[in-house]
């Protein structure tokens, strides 16, 4: 134990980054607490946002195929499946529980003393936790971020609503309009739409999900639009007016013209999210912000400020669970005196709708500013386990180096791209080239095999097509 303290480490915030860099700081010998104003630990990710969402991604899509008839031409006829919403919500919300209750447990286990309460620096060694006062060796903010909100369209969470709104809504709306078409617009206007709704996403640029790989935001809004969203690119929100039962948006061209209206019972404003540091104390120990109010940090996720560590969703770099998680375990390592690394060029990023779309490493667009690249592609059209199950949307792409054929990213729209990318963002750890992955042994009939053959195909090779 640091002498003088009543901690070696206190991380504030329980979200991924933060209980996962409690737990690991803990189980290298470290006194640990962690701060949390929520009443329950998990963060934004297990409470409003990773696995409530996923709950309803997965009821939403067990509903659309019993409900609309796709079971049908597997010979499994269903007459009448309905919906019950509230029996939905009641099973999403026991996964939130059961994996919330979780981390407590872990907590417990790892005898990491949760600190009930919002949490604001003192000094670089000393917060204000609720009515305590408490002094660490090493302070780790792991605030997180909330959503952005929209100058015009006041979030009331009854008819304009905000993601956690949305992942709760009382009844199925008969339209719904998205403002945002990046992850979690698609993602809940699926769950929404699945269910019965009208969807409209409304989109500032000129198309939806901005920094995926240009051909793949391409083949998602084909897709996206021939499951019935109406995407309006390159249109902005100007206003918003909402009543008890519905609420009239005024819109226009994001590049200037005429502006109409567009009703709809409920509006969901999804355009990012940004960092917590509100209410921090920031100021107390000198620490700025950078100018989209992030906390930066080295490479060892030291602030400027000696004692005073940062991750997750309030530093730079992708707002992702996973990342987060993985900058817990390097920083409670580097506290602790070790060699705690994340390599932020391999860090995949996954869209949970049907089908899901999901890349890791660089885009086609950026790898060419670097270099000359080999482009492998692969429809699932032709890949004998998508045909025989009916899944046929969607391709891999591999983009390698031309001359040392290392692979540089990966971009996968398939029902299981999720699972999938786990394997090139693997190679692309162990610097696989496209050969590599090509002359790797994959099971037939396998999804994966899309990816051994886009490989195959970066050297003009493949068998399939
Ligand atoms: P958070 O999870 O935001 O946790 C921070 C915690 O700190 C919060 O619980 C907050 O209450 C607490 N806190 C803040 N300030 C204080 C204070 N002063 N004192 C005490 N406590 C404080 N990412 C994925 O990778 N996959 C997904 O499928 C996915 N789905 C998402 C769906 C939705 C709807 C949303 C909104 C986000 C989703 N994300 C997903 C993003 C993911 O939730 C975040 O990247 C992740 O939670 C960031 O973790 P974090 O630990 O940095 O912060
Ligand atoms: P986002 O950054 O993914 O998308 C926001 C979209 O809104 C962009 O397309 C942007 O161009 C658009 N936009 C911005 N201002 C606008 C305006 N005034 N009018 C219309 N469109 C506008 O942000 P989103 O969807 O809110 O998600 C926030 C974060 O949560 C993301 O960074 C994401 O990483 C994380 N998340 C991750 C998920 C996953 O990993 N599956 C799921 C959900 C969220």
């Known amino acids: 134990m640091a002498e003088g303290f009543d901690f070696d480490v206190i991380v504030i915030g329980a979200g991924p980054g933060g209980y996962v860099a409690a737990?690991?700081?803990?189980?290298?010998?470290?006194?640990?607490?962690?701060?949390?104003?929520?009443?329950?630990?998990?963060?934004?990710?297990?409470?409003?946002?990773?696995?409530p969402s996923k709950a309803?991604?997965?009821?939403?899509?067990?509903?659309?195929?019993?409900?609309?008839?796709?079971?049908a031409k597997f010979g499994i006829e269903i007459q009448g499946a309905s919906l019950n919403l509230d029996q939905m919500h009641a099973e999403k919300a026991k996964a939130v529980k059961e994996l919330t209750g979780g981390i407590e447990f872990l907590f417990?286990?790892?005898?990491?003393?949760?600190?009930?309460?919002?949490?604001?620096?003192?000094?670089?060694?000393?917060?204000?936790?609720g009515d305590r006062t408490v002094t660490a060796k090493n302070i780790v903010i792991a605030t997180g971020s909330s959503v952005t909100p929209l100058p015009g369209v006041t979030i009331d969470n009854r008819r304009i609503v905000d993601s956690t709104g949305a992942l709760a809504l009382p009844e199925?709306?008969?339209?719904?309009?998205?403002?945002?078409?990046?992850?979690?617009?698609?993602?809940?206007?699926?769950?929404?739409?699945r269910l019965g709704a009208e969807v409209i996403v409304v989109e500032?640029?000129?198309?939806?999900?901005p920094g995926m790989d240009a051909e793949v935001r391409k083949e998602s809004a084909k897709i996206f639009k021939k499951q019935g969203f109406e995407l309006r690119t390159g249109t902005k929100v100007t206003g918003a007016e909402a009543s008890d039962t519905g609420v009239r948006l005024t819109v226009e061209p994001s590049k200037g013209g005429a502006a109409e209206t567009l009703d709809a019972d409920y509006v969901l404003v999804a355009i990012g999210r940004r960092p917590n540091v509100e209410?921090?104390?920031?100021?107390?120990?000198?620490?700025?912000?950078?100018?989209?109010?992030?906390?930066?940090?080295?490479?060892?996720?030291?602030t400027r400020v000696d004692g005073v560590w940062a991750i997750g969703d309030v530093i730079p770099g992708p707002m992702l669970a996973h990342k987060a998680e993985d900058e817990g375990v390097a920083v409670a390592e580097n506290i602790a005196g070790q060699t705690g690394i994340v390599n932020h060029a391999v860090i995949p990023s996954v869209v949970y709708t049907h089908p899901e779309i999901a890349g890791v490493g660089?885009?086609?667009?950026?790898?060419?500013?670097?270099?000359?690249?080999?482009?492998?592609?692969?429809?699932f059209m032709a890949n004998s386990r998508a045909k025989t199950n009916r899944d046929t949307d969607g391709f891999v792409?591999?983009?390698?180096?031309?001359?040392?054929?290392?692979?540089?990213?990966?971009?996968?729209?398939?029902?299981?791209?999720?699972?999938?990318?786990?394997?090139?963002?693997?190679?692309?750890?162990?610097?696989?080239?496209?050969?590599?992955?090509?002359?790797?042994?994959?099971?037939?009939?396998?999804?994966?095999?899309?990816?051994?053959?886009?490989?195959?195909?970066?050297?003009?090779?493949?068998?399939?097509?």
């Open 23 to 51: 737990i690991r700081a803990a189980q290298l010998g470290l006194k640990t607490a962690c701060a949390e104003s929520r009443e329950t630990l998990g963060g934004t990710c297990l409470n409003v946002g990773c696995i």
């Open 56 to 71: 309803l991604l997965h009821a939403s899509e067990l509903f659309e195929e019993a409900h609309a008839g796709a079971l």
């Open 108 to 129: 417990k286990k790892n005898k990491v003393e949760w600190l009930k309460g919002q949490a604001r620096f003192n000094d670089a060694h000393s917060l204000t936790v």
């Open 172 to 193: 199925v709306p008969k339209k719904l309009v998205v403002i945002g078409g990046g992850v979690i617009g698609l993602e809940l206007g699926s769950v929404w739409r």
């Open 204 to 209: 500032f640029l000129d198309e939806i999900l």
């Open 279 to 302: 209410g921090l104390g920031l100021d107390k120990i000198g620490l700025q912000q950078n100018n989209r109010g992030q906390v930066e940090t080295d490479h060892d996720f030291r």
């Open 362 to 379: 660089l885009t086609e667009e950026d790898a060419r500013k670097e270099g000359e690249v080999k482009v492998g592609k692969f429809p």
């Open 397 to 465: 792409k591999v983009i390698a180096d031309a001359k040392s054929d290392r692979v540089l990213g990966v971009w996968i729209i398939s029902s299981l791209a999720g699972t999938m990318i786990a394997q090139a963002a693997q190679a692309m750890e162990f610097g696989a080239t496209s050969e590599d992955i090509a002359y790797t042994c994959h099971a037939h009939p396998t999804h994966s095999e899309a990816l051994k053959e886009a490989a195959m195909a970066v050297q003009g090779k493949p068998i399939h097509i």
